[in-house]
Structure formats: C-alpha cells, structure tokens
C-alpha cells in the first residue's frame, strides 16, 4: 500500500507541475495579447474599420444615387439612355472616342461623396481638435 501512495503523490506533484507551466504560459499569452490590445485602443485601428466598411458603403450609395436618381433625367435632356455616360466625342475615323460623359459621371459621384463625408463629419463634430 506504501508504493501506491507514493505513485500518487508522485503523480500529484506531476499534475501540478503541468498546471504551474499552462499557467505561465497563459499569463505570457495575455501579456502578449494586452499590448494587442493597447496598440489597437491607442491606434483607433476600430475606428479605421468602421470608416472603412461605412466608407465603402457610402460610395456604392452615393453611386446609386447618381446613376439611378441624377444621371436618368440629364439623359433625357440630352437624348441618351445612358445619361452622362453615353455622352462622348469620337477622334477621327480611327475608331477612338474621348469619354466625357463617363468622366462627368465620375467627377458628380466624386463631389456628392466629398459633400456626404464633410456633412458626416460636421454633424458628429469630428472636425473639432481636442
């Protein structure tokens, strides 16, 4: 009964051993993630996601609004289904053609993102140093 005893302290002492080593390897791993941690917090970088996700999204609204809303009735104007982007000067007979209504297109989705952002960061007053 003696050596049964002593096996199990043995294997006692080697159970805690193993607990002891997972918790300092634990305590490494937290250690490495809370100065994760404190980069993301000091760097915003969740800040820089969501402007980023919400960046993207606004684009592809302010592009629907332009082609679905604005670009419909200057094509009516000027005789095109396709708006602004129909609109375009061919060079000579060599088959190239200048795309001006494309670019205008562009230059129109670019300036009503430009106002939508400045209007965002006005009403949040993100525009005030502190």
């Known amino acids: 009964m003696a050596k049964v005893t002593k096996v199990k302290a ?4 080697e159970k805690e051993e193993k607990k002891g080593l997972v918790a300092a390897g634990a305590s490494k791993i937290k250690g490495g993630t809370s100065g994760f941690m404190q980069f993301i917090k000091e760097q915003n970088i969740v800040g820089l ?9 606004a684009g592809a609204l302010v592009n629907s609004l332009v082609n679905n809303v604005f670009m419909p009735p200057i094509g009516l104007l000027l005789g095109s289904t396709e708006g602004l982007k129909g609109w375009a000067v061919p060079l000579g007979d060599t088959g190239a053609v200048l795309a001006l ?17 400045y209007l965002v960061i006005k009403l949040l007053k993100l525009d005030v140093k502190k």
């Open 101 to 117: 209504g494309a670019f205008l297109n562009d230059l129109i989705n670019f300036i009503i993102l430009a106002f939508v952002i």
């Open 49 to 57: 996601a969501v402007g980023l996700v919400l960046g993207t999204h």
């Open 10 to 13: 043995g294997e006692k002492e």
